[in-house]
């Protein structure tokens, strides 16, 4: 009976009933599992010869259900937590759970299609749970079900399954060992020696120490060349003396209250925890792997789209990956982004999220990032139930379905197969991965604290733990791979080198190269002038880059309204060389530095249209949506481009990356804009740790252009204002002498399209980068009267600091109105309405610095003036009239008068008639009676 075609059909209908019923009810309950794949079903319901068979295929399921569970809740039943403290929804992972009882356990299975274990092609229900457990449940874990594509998680798993039986050989095991022994001498060096340092130390994080040496071991094996490394403050001493060669005496010397900038550099240096190091490590391959630990401010993660965006321009340098009109090729074969993160920062920064936004996007990926959470269960006195509302800290990677790795901080050797399996999984995806390593802090937040005033039960804990060191160390002299004697030496020279250095300390002079590679011939900036730069250019280059800044394929279809009032205008006001508007002389600045053979990166939310819709850098087929960048295509040998960077709604992470960019290469001109000039402040935290003092802390020089669109014209609080006054009182600016070239940011405020020109080709052509606000127009976008020529961009034309008055007799005034930016043209418009032709209007088109001698020479002309006036649109307790005054009264002998509107708790008022009275106000003062 049971060989018949009907029963068999029958029999097999009830077992798929069953089976289904077994692995729906198992789906919707607490584990949570996805459905198997189709092919597997199908493989357990073919029709066999017998009885047995079909009990077999049934068990095949029910095996398969069992390695599900374990791959994606084992994490939950992991020996990840060195302190055992962690309270996680452990799962029941039992046999009966699964259809599978004790009886099974001899019983032998396939294991092709559902397990890896050591290249077996069978297993018995015995050595298949050892196997789950070793490989999911002990001091490696690892989260895969967040991973979108099922290949790649299949993938993840059987390098893990398999990484279980990846041997260590003794010499490295040795190795290691001798490593977290120095890292452990090197801390309580620095306790005795400097008692009174915030050091920041790696206590009971020391793996991170095995991780570090296996990374750059394993990336000079993957022939990488370059390392970029973002890193917050813990560990980082020890990190940068033990694999990055930082000098120990110039450590010292540091602690000791001296310089750790290079004699001669200009420079303020920056604290001990700080401190960074750009060095070859020679593995004996073909080419050293080049390691760049990122400088970093004490606000947590802000590093993080600052490395990424470094990553990425030393791409573009090495020409590692595709940079083509908006696509990237496969990137970070040369290039490899790490990442290091503390627990309760990784979780609760919202720069963390923002930088994961990234990480796939065109223009932005780096070929994926390696991070590793030092995880320490605490944020300063935070416990980790109380600073996030997830249940590891790494869930923020699961936005972008990032696998995790879980390692307890207590297993040196199972960092290092983590680090191997985050390179491996990196290599062949390029996306991020995560390594949380779960450690916890001997001390306080710093040395000086005592924790056990808020977390007494951790650290009674603590406080009875033999070290990470000496735990690994006692492992492997047990097992005899090593005498003691042999560690306990090791350790004990380490600690006498240290000593020597220490001596040595006071006489150690830092050798902090910031001027070298391809920054060699650049300098920094003078101190005692304002320097003028020919940034001007043959007209006829500017015709052939203005004709190419609008030429399309006759394939392509322009949109019908762009082609009248874009292109055939553009054309127009070329051949007549007169009317050239904003985004023609920025199309000609950028064309013809593509030209002269820089690249050019333009960033920030909507710039290919442009905010305005008045730039069409990019153009869009009406057809296919195909875009098309005119400039990527000025000639046939063309080998710098630009870089249209539509970016995601993001300000601060945006900023940092660009802002990463602009440190790698001076020969990059890096532009970001802001979508209006208020929402700059969403990325406040860049500018002020970054962008402001970055080459005073750190000898950083960046050449990044902030644009931002500002002016008053009705629109209300939140779309008036960038905060000119925030980005003047950051500068270095000197209230009662002369500045230079040198002051810490240059911030303009230009009235002419030629001028933006000038400035544009200026920031990448002078001898030295400093990075340049622009406070930018949108109003003079498309007056009439804000147009230039093109011979105001020509041969022998510069950036005018200062722009005089060249439609007023010289002789008849007596007032002079000094101001800023677009407001010039309110000014002028009244002026010529009123008839007071007694009154003349001097621009200052740079703020900072302030071009004093310029000023000067303006009021030598007017020698019967008796009335100076600062007119400004914003109100009296914003814009550039706080800067201004102490700088006329103290460096000119002119008391201005202010003319602007009153202050205010917003940059605007939002109620249009009051807006029209202010208008009214500051032109009446500004032209009293």
Sequence with gaps: MWRTASTLRGLCEVVRNVVLRRLYHARSGCFGYRPIPQETLESAFIVGSNKEAIENRIKNADILRLVTAYREQGHKNADIDPLNSFERDAKDLSLHRFGLDIVDLNKRFKLSGLLHCNGQEKASLKDILEHLEKVYCAQLSVEVQQILEESEKLWLAALIEESVYWPLEADRQIHLAKLLLRSQAFDNFLGKKFPTVKRYGAEGAESMMAFFDELFLQSSYCEIQEL???????????????????????????????????????????????????????????????VTMLPNPSHLEA???????????????????????????????????????????????????????????????????????????????????????????????????????????????????????????????????????????????NEIDDPSFTQPTMYQKIENRVSVPDIYANSLVTRGVVTQDELLKDAADYTVFLNEELKMSDSADPHTSHLDAHWKGLVQASEDKITIWDTGLPVETLLFVGGKSVETPDSFHIHPHLKKTHVETRIKKLENGTGIDWATAEALAIGSLLYQGYQVRFSGQDVGRGTFSHRHTMLVDQSTDEMFVP????????????????????????????????????NHLIIWEAQFGDFFNGAQVIIDTFISGGEAKWLLQSGLVMLLPHGYDGAGPEHSSCRLERFLQLTDSKEDAADGDSVNMHVVNPTTPAQYFHLLRQQILRNFRKPLVVVGPKLLLRLPSAVSSLQEM???????????????????????????????????????????????????????PFPFEFIREEVKKFSRAKEFIWSQEEHRNMGAWSFVSPRFENLLGIKLKYAGRKVLAAPAVGIGKIHQQEVVEILDDSFPK
């Design 794 to 848: 020509g041969p022998k034309t510069h950036f005018k600091p200062v722009l005089g008055d060249n439609f007023v007799n010289t002789a008849s005034v007596s007032r002079v109105i000094f101001c800023s930016g677009k407001h010039y043209y309110a000014l002028a418009k009244h002026r010529e309405a009123s008839n007071s032709i007694d009154t003349a209007i001097v621009r200052l088109e740079s703020l900072c």
């Design 631 to 666: 400039l990527n295509n000025i000639s046939e040998q063309q080998n710098a481009f630009l870089e249209v960077v539509n970016s995601p709604l993001s300000e601060e992470a945006c900023l940092g990356f660009e802002y990463g960019m602009s440190i790698e290469n001076p």
């Design 228 to 290: 970029v490394l973002g890193m917050p403050h813990r560990g980082r001493l020890n990190l940068l003396t033990s694999l990055l060669k930082f000098p120990a005496a110039q450590m010292f010397s540091k602690m000791k209250g001296k310089s750790e900038l290079p004699p001669g550099a200009e420079g303020i240096g920056d604290v001990l925890s700080h401190l960074t190091s750009s060095v070859n490590l020679d593995f004996g391959h073909k080419l050293p792997l080049h």
């Design 303 to 445: 590093v993080n789209p600052v490395s990424a965006g470094k990553a990425r321009g030393r791409q573009l340098t090495l020409k590692d990956g595709c940079y083509g009109d908006s696509r990237d090729g496969l990137m970070g074969d040369k290039v490899l982004s790490v990442m290091v993160h503390g627990d309760a920062s990784f979780s609760a920064q919202g720069i963390v999220a923002e930088t994961f936004c990234l990480a796939n996007l065109p223009h932005f990926s780096v070929g994926g990032t390696i991070h590793l959470i030092v995880n320490n269960q605490l944020g300063f006195t935070t416990p980790g139930e109380r600073g996030r509302s997830s249940m590891y800290s790494s869930d923020i990677g699961k936005m972008i379905g990032c696998p995790v790795l879980h390692v307890n901080g207590d297993s040196p050797e199972e960092l290092v197969r983590a680090c191997r399996l985050a390179l491996e999984y990196r290599m062949k995806y390029r996306k991020d991965i995560i390594v949380d390593m779960i450690c916890y802090r001997r001390w306080g937040h």
